[in-house]
């Protein structure tokens, strides 16, 4: 979860990130939300809907999503 935290800070001008952490409170937007899921993409090897991100919400949330894909494969 930690590691989700720091990549959402990664484009989210570099600030901090807690687990619990809104993503639009944040600022985050759709562009950088389509960044955000190519990279999980890439890194954890889950393919994450835009609408499951926007869900999820927070970091603790998109790691639970990364975590089921992983669990299916």
Known sequence: MQEISALWGEYLDGREVGPDD???ALGGNSLIGI?????????YG???SVRAFYLAQTPAGVAELIEQGRART
Request: net charge negative; proline share 0%.
């Open 46 to 48: 889950v393919e994450l």
């Open 22 to 24: 809104d993503f639009f």
């Open 35 to 43: 960044k955000i899921i190519e990279r999980v993409t890439r890194d």
